[in-house]
């Protein structure tokens, strides 16, 4: 059974997981409209791979016997600079969101909760591994600079990621196929 104060804690993170997605589908479709459609798939896996982060925490909540308590999603931005541009965006967004684990670890670990710990891990692993994909895309884009062909290059490699997570959770995120 969580603690109230962790349980609340627990259920703003999954209002920003939602977020997250929001984001990400709204840069989705951005580079989509701009004629980016491997940066338009990134951006999609990317929801999806949000959309397991906050279901993922929402069965958590609801496995330790709390409600979970959903809130209003703020509106993302629908315009962006340049596919820099986003992925600076992402990447200052996954550094918000890395912080916000940490203190639901510090939470956790305040109120020596042990399951909430070991279950944060795996979101604090999957934070560095976040990080890392947009500096590494921030990298290549700031390599590329204003060359068209290059930028197309990258589009298309892009456009070959997959989701490799769960995307259906009518019968729960560890049953998902």
Known sequence: MLDKKMAQALNGQVNKELYSAYLYMSMSAYSNRIGLKGFANWFMVQYHEEMFHAMKMYEY???????????????????????????????AHEQFITRSINELMELAIKK????TQIFLEWYVTEQVEEEDNDNEMIAQLKLIGDNPQALLMLD???????????????????QAA
């Open 61 to 91: 909540i609801q496995r330790q016997g709390e409600d979970v308590i959903l809130k209003s999603i703020d509106t993302p931005p629908d315009t962006f600079k340049s596919p820099l541009d986003m992925f600076e965006q992402t990447l």
């Open 112 to 115: 020596k909760d042990h399951a």
């Open 156 to 174: 298309r490699e892009l456009a070959a990621r997959l989701v490799t997570i769960p995307v259906d959770f009518s019968k729960g995120v560890d």
